[in-house]
Nanobody, 124 residues
Framework: QVQLVESGGRLVQTGGSLRLSCAAS????????MGWFRQAPGKEREFVSA????????DYADSVKGRFTISRDNAKNTVYLQMTSLKPEDTAVYYC?????????????????WGRGTQVTVSS
């Protein structure tokens, strides 16, 4: 069973920055596409960003392009989401996900494993 543990979420002011981390269990980082999703109260879970196993491809939701950067360190089995210029609409629980055969990086159904999430709150 693959395990993912997110960390780094907290309360931050508008315009601030945060770096989220997702620690993965051994070996998955080498073979899996890793993604970040978020879910605000009363809304569906939405795609934020994804990175392929070798970092050869990165994908971002339009709402975060130019503000968020995804990266991974396979040696540490960790994926990061650097968030800058945060807005109140970025407030959500952020989830890390891993998928071995991800055809559609934007679809939650493409991913096999999920973390429990970390809360990001951006105050206005």
């Amino acid at each position: 069973q693959v395990q993912l543990v997110e960390s780094g979420g907290r309360l931050v002011q508008t315009g601030g920055s945060l770096r989220l981390s997702c620690a993965a269990s051994d070996d998955i980082a080498l073979l899996y596409t890793m993604g970040w999703f978020r879910q605000a109260p009363g809304k569906e879970r939405e795609f934020v960003s994804a990175v392929t196993w070798n970092s050869g491809s990165r994908d971002y939701a339009d709402s975060v392009k130019g503000r968020f950067t995804i990266s991974r360190d396979n040696a540490k089995n960790t994926v990061y989401l650097q968030m800058t210029s945060l807005k109140p609409e970025d407030t959500a629980v952020y989830y890390c996900a891993a998928g071995r055969l991800v055809r559609d990086t934007h679809s939650p159904r493409s991913y096999d494993y999920w973390g429990r999430g970390t809360q990001v709150t951006v105050s206005s």
